[in-house]
C-alpha cells in the first residue's frame, strides 16, 4: 500500500500532463486535478500544426534522423570496444582501460568547445553528423563499460567451443556473443534512444535551420515565437515527444531490467 501511494506521487506530474492536455489555458491553472471537465483536442490540433510551414510530424522524423543511426552506431562500436576489452590481451591494454574509465568523470562541457572547432572545420554545423557520428567510435564510455562488465558474466567455453568448430573471431562474437549480450544491448540502445530523443544542447549547439529541428528543439518555438503561451499546444506536443520513448521502454521492459541487472553482478 505505502510503495502504491509512494508510486502514485511520483506519477502523478505525468498523469497531470497528460490529463492538462486535453485542458483549456483557462481551466489548466484553475485546479491541480489531472481530469479535464471539458476534454478537448484542440491542444493537439493546434500544436502539431505549429506556427512554422511545417507541422509537428516534420520534427518528429528529424529527431528519427539522429535518433536512428547513433542508436545503431552506439550499439555496434560499443560491442566491437566492449569485446576486445573483455576477451584479449594487448600491449597497454590497462592504460587505454584506465583512459576510458576517466573520460566517464570528464563532464561534456570541457569538450563542447573543441568539439564544436573541430565540427566546424569539417563543414558538418547545421547537419546531424556531429550528433551521430561520434557514436560510431564508441563515444560513449559508459556503455563500453557496462558490455564488458556483462561479457565477464558469460563463460568462455561456449566460446572457445566456437572456435573448436572452426569459427573466426568474427563469427564468434555475430553469432555467439551477441546473441547472449541481447539484454545489455538493448538496455543500450533503450538508454541511447531515450538520452536522444530527450537532448536539448546538442541540437542548439550544432543545429540553426528550422526546418532540421528535431522535436527537442521544436517545442520551444511555441514559447518562443509569442508571449501569451498557449500550454494546452505547449503540453500536447510534450505528451506526443514522451510518447516513443515510454512505448519503446514498456516494450522492452523486462530485457531493460535484465540487462541493468547482469551487467552489474561482475566488476
Do not use: H
Not at 174 to 199: E, G, K, R
Not at 218 to 226: E, F, Q, S
Not at 248 to 264: D, H, R, W
Amino acid at each position: 500500500m505505502i510503495l502504491c501511494a509512494v508510486g502514485l506521487i511520483m506519477l502523478y506530474p505525468l498523469i497531470w500532463l497528460i490529463g492538462a492536455s486535453f485542458k483549456t489555458n483557462q481551466e489548466m491553472f484553475s485546479t491541480a486535478w489531472f481530469w479535464p471537465s471539458n476534454p478537448t483536442f484542440q491542444g493537439y490540433i493546434d500544436g502539431w500544426e505549429t506556427s512554422t510551414p511545417y507541422t509537428f510530424g516534420r520534427f518528429f522524423l528529424n529527431s528519427m534522423y539522429i535518433v536512428i543511426p547513433k542508436v545503431i552506431g552506439t550499439a555496434i562500436s560499443s560491442t566491437l570496444v566492449a569485446y576486445g576489452f573483455a576477451r584479449f590481451d594487448f600491449p597497454g591494454k590497462k592504460v587505454l582501460f584506465v583512459i576510458l574509465i576517466a573520460t566517464l568523470l570528464l563532464p561534456d562541457v570541457v569538450t563542447r568547445i573543441p568539439q564544436y572547432l573541430l565540427f566546424r572545420e569539417l563543414g558538418w554545423l547545421d547537419t546531424y553528423l556531429p550528433l551521430f557520428v561520434p557514436q560510431f567510435l564508441a563515444w560513449e564510455a559508459f556503455f563500453v563499460f557496462m558490455l564488458i562488465q556483462f561479457m565477464r558474466s558469460i563463460p568462455r567455453d561456449v566460446e572457445e567451443a566456437a572456435r573448436v568448430d572452426g569459427a573466426n573471431t568474427f563469427q564468434v562474437l555475430v553469432y555467439v556473443v551477441v546473441p547472449m549480450l541481447a539484454p545489455a544491448l538493448i538496455s543500450v540502445c533503450l538508454f541511447q534512444f531515450m538520452w536522444t530523443m530527450n537532448d536539448f544542447l546538442g541540437p542548439l549547439i550544432y543545429i540553426s535551420s528550422i526546418e532540421n529541428y528535431p522535436v527537442s528543439l521544436a517545442l520551444r518555438l511555441a514559447i518562443d515565437t509569442t508571449e501569451a503561451f498557449n500550454w494546452n499546444e505547449i503540453l500536447a506536443m510534450t505528451v506526443l515527444a514522451l510518447a516513443p520513448s515510454l512505448i519503446v521502454f514498456f516494450l522492452a521492459q523486462k530485457y531493460f531490467i535484465k540487462g541493468i541487472s547482469t551487467g552489474g553482478v561482475k566488476g
